[in-house]
């Protein structure tokens, strides 16, 4: 081995129930907001991180229901060369 080694990719939240709960404004499977779940692909890997991250608290706050503020979406990449295909 050469002490090189490959990265790997961060793992996609998406549990294969993609229906937005719109009072929360979330994915009820894996609780991104719509812009993230848009944009998945071109955040970075620390980009995603973050987002699984705030889906983590997410899905802590709404499974207690406690009313508290849920973390921010992510938004859109602020990557400028990154094209969706069309």
Not at 30 to 39: G, H, I, K, N, V
Not at 55 to 77: D, F, H, I, K, Y
């Amino acid at each position: 081995m050469n002490g090189t080694s490959t990265p790997t990719a961060v793992r996609s939240p998406c549990v294969k129930v993609c229906e937005m709960d719109e009072a929360v404004g979330l994915c009820k499977g894996c609780f991104r907001t719509q812009d993230e779940r848009d944009w998945w692909v071109a955040y970075t890997d620390d980009q995603q991180r973050e987002v699984l991250r705030r889906c983590e608290q997410r899905r802590v706050a709404v499974s207690q229901g406690n009313g508290a503020p849920l973390p921010p979406s992510m938004g859109q990449t602020r990557d400028k060369s990154f094209r969706f295909r069309e």
